[in-house]
């Protein structure tokens, strides 16, 4: 990672902010936090990946300051066109010669990711009994590297409690393939309720269930002895905003 002056620079001069306040108070960080990540030049890369998604930046710009500013997408089409349902292009019967070549370079460009009527709860839990699924196309330039699209998920996300990484109303995209102990941001399954968590495995082996929002409290769960029913869904790859 380069400089944090320099990123943070480079940030502020797209975003408009004028002070380090600024910065604060958009992302929610405490200003004395900020400091100490100055003196030690050193800023949560999860944080920029957010940054990076949540204002369409392009990961290589805010940190090198090379290439354009902002991602591109497909065709340079509007994000609504990037995310496609699947069956409504591939179901056209009648199709002009420019939309059949336009198809084509969407789904030469995007992955086809499995969306699931579920909801995943940033909250105190939602519970679902009955899941729908639905196809969609999603701009592979969304995503920081190649994926198995078979392994992909999309989730709607209801709730505060992972403000301000994960927003009320939006979506995540789990890789199902990846439920090892690692720290990081998970769909997860307790209790019949489904949420979206972050997860902090401990070398006791208890995991430490961590909402972002700090107005909710972190809860522990110990696997030896909690009757309540825990499963890792899938881990966060991206979010949507």
Same mark, same amino acid.
């Given at each position: ?6 990123? %943070? +620079? +480079? @940030? ?8 380090? #306040? ?25 944080? %920029? ?7 369409? %930046? ?11 500013p902002?991602k591109?997408?497909? #065709? ?14 591939m ?39 009955? $899941? ?9 330039? #969304? ?8 392994? @992909? ?22 890789? $199902? ?6 720290d ?14 972050? @997860? ?19 809860k ?14 899938g ?7």
């Amino acid at each position: 990672m380069g400089n944090l002056e320099t990123i %943070l +620079r +480079r @940030l502020y001069e797209y975003m408009g902010f004028s002070k380090d #306040l600024d910065f604060c108070e958009k992302y929610d960080i405490k200003p004395n936090t900020l400091s100490t990540w100055k003196k030690r030049n050193k800023i949560p890369y999860e944080l %920029l990946e957010n940054i990076s998604q949540n204002e369409n %930046l392009s990961m290589d710009w805010l940190l090198s300051g090379e290439g354009h500013p902002e991602k591109k997408t497909a #065709l340079n089409m509007p994000f609504k066109a990037v995310v496609t349902p699947f069956k409504a292009v591939m179901g056209k019967k009648s199709m002009s010669e420019l939309e059949q070549r336009l198809i084509s370079e969407v789904v030469a460009n995007s992955y086809i990711v499995t969306k699931l009527s579920l909801e995943a709860s940033a909250g105190d839990g939602i519970e679902n009994f009955q $899941v729908e699924e639905s196809e969609v196309f999603l701009d592979k330039a #969304l995503f920081r590297h190649s994926v198995n699209q078979n392994n @992909l998920r999309m989730i709607p996300v209801k709730g505060d409690s992972m403000e301000p990484n994960i927003l009320d109303e939006s979506h995540i995209i789990i890789d $199902v393939s990846q439920k090892e102990n690692i720290d990081g941001i998970y769909a997860i399954n307790l209790g019949g309720n489904i949420m979206v968590k972050r @997860l902090q495995f401990n070398l006791d082996g208890n995991i430490e269930i961590i909402s972002d929002n700090t107005k909710y409290q972190t809860k522990t769960y110990n696997p030896k002895e909690s009757q309540i029913h825990f499963e890792i869904l899938g881990k966060k790859i991206l979010s949507i905003q």
